[in-house]
């Protein structure tokens, strides 16, 4: 499964919201899908899994939703610590992850 | 502290062998899926591979096999990655993961902090 994601690069501010997509070329089953964060010199981190269940100690203001071959990450009132590449995984076929969108200020 | 804690950057020359390391802590090591990615500039993420320490049972994505080889000791909490003869395209940072719900197919939920490779003459 491939899988795309959009925009490459996203340009806010903080306190902004951004929406980040990563579309499918074939259905995922079961929702089987995960968000990722990576920020430099730091160890990756899941988000969120199963398209909208936030891995323990996430904050609700991100928010994953999505079925079949769209999915959306999406992070309210953006905080400096935000701002990174975000991948997201499918593991309903193997697994294989998008390309990444970077958050930038 | 639930942690992978990989071994240190390295720079080697084209042939050269490598191993590389990823050192689980504070869960139960031989009890999850361990997985290798490789993060290279253009490419993104890529699935390496995976192997279960309980049995090493050790599977690969179909370009990575017979490329690398995925072990695991579980006596020491630790799984490798290993090249027996490297290649410049080699050069990437690798990750070690855990896999999450006891199938070589899950959600990552932990991440090493990445090991550099280097291959350059």
Not at chain 2, 66 to 89: C, P
Request: glycine residues 10%.
């Amino acid at each position: 499964i491939v899988l795309t994601q959009s925009p490459g690069t996203l340009s806010l501010s903080p306190g902004e919201s951004a929406s980040l997509s990563c579309r499918a070329s074939q259905r995922i089953i079961s929702g089987y899908l995960a968000w990722h964060q990576l920020k430099p010199g730091q160890a990756p981190r899941l988000l969120i899994y199963e398209t909208s269940r936030r891995d323990t100690g996430i904050p609700d203001r991100f928010n994953g939703s999505g079925s079949e071959t769209d999915f959306t990450l999406t992070i309210t009132r953006l905080e400096p610590d935000d701002f990174a590449v975000y991948y997201c995984q499918q593991y309903g076929s193997s697994i294989t992850f998008g390309g990444g969108t970077k958050v930038e200020i | 502290d639930v942690q992978l804690v990989q071994s240190g950057p390295e720079v080697k020359e084209p042939g050269e062998s490598l191993q590389i390391s990823c050192k689980g802590s504070g869960y139960t090591f031989s009890s999850y899926w361990i997985g290798w990615v490789r993060r290279m500039p253009e490419r993104g993420l890529e699935w390496m591979g995976v192997i279960y320490p309980a049995y090493s049972d050790a599977r690969y994505r179909p370009s990575f096999r017979g490329q690398v080889t995925i072990s695991a000791d579980r006596s020491i909490n630790t799984a490798h990655l290993q090249w027996r003869s490297l290649k410049a395209s080699d050069t990437a940072i690798y990750y070690c993961v855990r896999l999450l719900g006891g199938s070589p197919e899950g959600p990552i939920d932990l991440w090493g902090q990445g090991t550099v490779v280097i291959v350059s003459s």
